[in-house]
C-alpha cells in the first residue's frame, strides 16, 4: 500500500482492481455521514426544497446514465437474438409493473420498495464477490441474508429514523395515481416501526454473527461488517431525500464501475460476439464512436419517451406536492418502474451473465 494512504484504514483504501470508485464510495458516504452528524450539533437543517433538489441531482444528471452503462456492458458481446428477448422482456416488465401502480398503487409501492432493497442489496454482494471476495458468506441463504441486510439499509432504515418524511413522500407517490388509497398507510406506525427495527436489527446481528464465525481471515468479513455499518450509519444521519438521491450514484453505481473494472473482460468467449452492438468493438475508430452515440441517443429518447408516458397516463403527475416534492415522487416513481426489470431480467433471469457479471 502506498504512503498515501498510511493514516487510513486498509478496508477504506483496497489494492484490487478497480480501488478508486471503490475509494470514492465509501469515502463519499463517509463524509457525507459525518458532515451530518456534526450538523445536527450545531442545529443546521436543510430545507425540504433543497433536498429534493440533491436528490434530483443525483438520480437523474448523476445516476440515470449508469443504469442504460450496465445494459449496454452486458448486451454488447450477446447474439442478436439473445439481444432481442432481453429488450423484449424488458418492456414486458416495464408494461406489467407501471399497470400495476394504476390498479393498486400500494401495492406497487411496496414493491418498488422491495426493488430498492433488492438492487441496492444483491448489486453491493455481486461487488463484493469482484471487488474483495466474499469467502465469509458459505450458503446461498447467507448470500440472500447479507443482501437483505445491505439493500434494507436503503429503505428500511430511513423507515426507521426518518419515519415522518418518508410516510409524507409515500402519501405523495399514491396520490400520483389515486388520492384515496393514502388511507391504506394508515394504522399504528409507532407499532409498525417497533416491528420493522426489531426485525431489521436481528438480521444484522445475524449477518454480522455467521459472518464472522465463517471468516477464513482473507479481510473480506472486515471489509463487509464496515461497509454494512457504514450504510446503516449513513442512511440513519443523512435526510432520507438526499441519502437516498446521493447514494444511487456516489455508492451502487461507482461500485458497479469498480467491479466491471476488476472483471476481466477476457472472461466473455469472442464466440457470443455476434450481436447489433458489437460494432462497439470494432477496429474502426468512427464506426465505434458512432455507435456509441447512437445507443446513447437511443437509450436516452426511450428513457425518457416512457417517462413522458407515465407522465400524461397519471391523473395527477405530482401527487399533489409541488414541483420539487413532486418531481421527487414522481421520478421515484419512475426509476422504480424501470429499476423491475433491470433486477429482475438483467439480474436474476440472466443467470449466464447479468448487469452484474462476476466470472
Excluded: C
Excluded at 48 to 64: D, F, K, P, S
Excluded at 170 to 177: D, L, N, P, R, Y
Amino acid at each position: 500500500m502506498s504512503n498515501r494512504s498510511q493514516f487510513v484504514p486498509s478496508w477504506l483504501v483496497p489494492e484490487a482492481a478497480g480501488d478508486l470508485p471503490l475509494t470514492v464510495s465509501r469515502l463519499s458516504l463517509l463524509a457525507l455521514a459525518a458532515a451530518f452528524a456534526v450538523g445536527y450539533g450545531a442545529g443546521f437543517a436543510v430545507p425540504l426544497e433543497v433536498q429534493a433538489g440533491v436528490y434530483l441531482l443525483g438520480m437523474v444528471a448523476m445516476n440515470l446514465p449508469h443504469g442504460g452503462y450496465e445494459h449496454f456492458e452486458n448486451l454488447r458481446r450477446r447474439a442478436a437474438s439473445f439481444q432481442g428477448k432481453y429488450i423484449v422482456a424488458y418492456l414486458v416488465g416495464i408494461a406489467a409493473f407501471g399497470a400495476l401502480f394504476f390498479v393498486a398503487p400500494v401495492a406497487g409501492l411496496g414493491l418498488a420498495v422491495t426493488v430498492a432493497v433488492a438492487k441496492g442489496g444483491f448489486g453491493g454482494v455481486q461487488s463484493m464477490d469482484a471487488l474483495y471476495g466474499t469467502d465469509h458468506l458459505r450458503t446461498r441463504p447467507q448470500r440472500w441474508l447479507a443482501a437483505v441486510v445491505r439493500g434494507g439499509a436503503v429503505m428500511v432504515v430511513p423507515m426507521l429514523f426518518w419515519t415522518d418524511v418518508f410516510y409524507a413522500f409515500s402519501s405523495v407517490m399514491i396520490s400520483i395515481f389515486d388520492p384515496s388509497a393514502v388511507s391504506a398507510l394508515g394504522g399504528d406506525i409507532a407499532t409498525r416501526r417497533l416491528v420493522l427495527g426489531g426485525g431489521y436489527g436481528a438480521l444484522v446481528v445475524a449477518h454480522l454473527g455467521l459472518g464472522y464465525r465463517r471468516a477464513a481471515g482473507t479481510g473480506s468479513f472486515l471489509a463487509d461488517a464496515a461497509e454494512t455499518l457504514l450504510l446503516i450509519a449513513y442512511f440513519a444521519l443523512v435526510p432520507v431525500v438526499i441519502a437516498v438521491g446521493l447514494y444511487f450514484p456516489l455508492w451502487y453505481s461507482a461500485r458497479q464501475v469498480a467491479r466491471s473494472s476488476a472483471v476481466d473482460d477476457t472472461a466473455v468467449t469472442q464466440a457470443d460476439a455476434t450481436g447489433v452492438l458489437d460494432a462497439l468493438d470494432a477496429d474502426d475508430p468512427a464506426r465505434a464512436t458512432l455507435a456509441s452515440w447512437a445507443v446513447l441517443i437511443v437509450g436516452s429518447v426511450a428513457t425518457f419517451g416512457l417517462a413522458t408516458v407515465l407522465w400524461l397516463l397519471s391523473p395527477q403527475p405530482l401527487g399533489g406536492g409541488g414541483i420539487l416534492v413532486g418531481l421527487v415522487a414522481f421520478w421515484s416513481i419512475f426509476v422504480s418502474i424501470i429499476a423491475l426489470p433491470h433486477v429482475v431480467v438483467g439480474g436474476w433471469l440472466d443467470r449466464t451473465r447479468g448487469i452484474w457479471y462476476v466470472p
